[in-house]
């Protein structure tokens, strides 16, 4: 029995699905202007995991995952877009692009609806109008804000104080001085064009008149757009917990009145380098593409599955050299044993078990290593390194 930790109820819970063998799961995905570092590659890889141990559950899962290629945020993507001499567009296809070609280098399974935020504006007007009628929304000066104060279990999953809630939304570029807000902690829908507004800021049509669309309402109009009002399984980085996923909660159940948005939420641990979690402000970042060029993408896997994806860790070159000869040392074994043996299913349960408990991928490869060291069956090897994504 697969069993998930739950962010919403802090605690592991048995899984089943909405609808029978079907499984809906969406993942927030990129803002593609300077990918694909390696935090991102344990979150995807991660969620890589889930949806091959629920298919090996005999579930189909119908897969969703962003990208942000437009949001309501000045950094980011136009700032680099001007520093650069580029337009949003051009710049966003091209590090997509570069994501799409490392993670396909790990053999990652991409995900059926992989889509563009710019491509979902006509979703994300209806629902910003959804919550207009519904009460939940106002409208300032061509800006539409949602109105937490009429969302009365607002918070519930990040579960943060008021004034932890208003550090964090500083973090995030949420502008909370702004004098259109009732509350500070309201949150941008759709953010008016400016007067004058520069031509390398995307701008489209709405009923509330010119501008572009708050970050948050994007991934509610994605999700509920391609799997439906309400959903399995929604994942991403644990630093998305709040703001993005608390606001994605309140506009989804608050346009739809459908209770629970998801049911189940799923958060990746962040990956640290040099005493600090890995990020772009800080420029600390190991890529994916560099790492590619001195070890396999089986050692790269190897390395990041050795991680539980709720625990953080810190990344040491000496590590990832370590896991490129245990990959060799694995291989080696089944290169020089017969792989006409039969499956130890007694291991192999044991194998399955692990993943099963919130998809303990450390335990599932000491079983690995430990059926390389017993030299056993190469079937059951080659069976559970397949499952793991593994190329043999
Ligand atoms: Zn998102």
Redesign the pocket.
Same mark, same amino acid.
């Given at each position: 029995m697969l069993r998930l930790y739950n962010s919403l109820s802090k605690k592991k819970e048995p899984f089943a699905s909405l609808m029978s063998k079907n499984v809906s799961l969406y993942v !927030?995905g990129i803002t593609p202007y300077d990918t694909t570092h390696l935090g991102h590659a344990f979150t995807y890889i991660s969620f890589d995991i889930l949806v091959r141990v629920l298919r090996h559950n005999g579930f189909k899962v119908n897969y969703t995952q962003?990208v942000?290629d437009i949001n309501d945020r000045d950094n980011d993507i136009l700032k680099k877009a001007r520093e650069q001499n580029t337009s949003w567009v051009e710049l966003s296809d091209f590090w997509t692009g570069k994501f799409l070609q490392d993670m396909s280098s790990l053999n990652w399974l991409k995900p059926n609806n992989y889509i563009k935020a710019s491509e979902y504006i006509g979703p994300m007007i209806i629902l910003i109008n959804k919550l207009l009628q519904n009460g939940l929304a106002y409208q300032k000066n061509g800006s539409v804000y949602f109105d937490i104060s009429k969302k009365k279990d607002f918070g519930k999953l990040s579960k943060l104080t008021r004034n932890e809630m208003l550090k964090i939304s500083k973090d995030f570029d949420e502008n909370i001085e702004n004098p259109d807000k009732v509350d500070p902690l309201d949150f941008t829908l759709w953010r008016a064009e400016e007067t004058n507004q520069p031509s390398h800021i995307p701008s489209f049509e709405s009923p509330f008149g010119r501008g572009r669309p708050g970050w948050h309402i994007? !991934?509610s109009a994605m999700a509920i757009s391609t799997l439906g009002e309400q959903i399995d399984i929604h994942g991403?980085g644990i630093d998305?917990i709040y703001p993005?996923h608390e606001a994605?909660i309140a506009q989804s159940e608050g346009a739809t009145l459908k209770t629970p948005f998801s049911r189940f939420w799923m958060h990746n641990a962040p990956v640290s380098y040099k005493d600090e979690k890995m990020s772009k402000s800080l420029g600390n970042l190991i890529m994916v593409s560099d790492l590619l060029k001195n070890y396999s993408p089986n050692a790269i896997r190897w390395y990041l599955l050795l991680h539980h994806y709720r625990q953080p860790f810190e990344f040491f070159d000496k590590d990832l050299k370590k896991s490129e000869n245990d990959c060799l040392k694995i291989q080696k074994y089944i290169n020089h044993q017969s792989s006409n043996t039969e499956i130890d299913e007694n291991i192999f349960n044991k194998f399955i078990n692990a993943l099963e408990d919130d998809l303990n991928t450390p335990i599932a490869l000491q079983i690995i290593t430990e059926t390389v060291k017993n030299k056993g069956s190469v079937s059951t090897l080659k069976k559970s390194l397949s499952l793991l994504g593994f190329l043999v």
């Open positions: !927030c962003n942000t994007e !991934c991403g998305l993005h994605e």
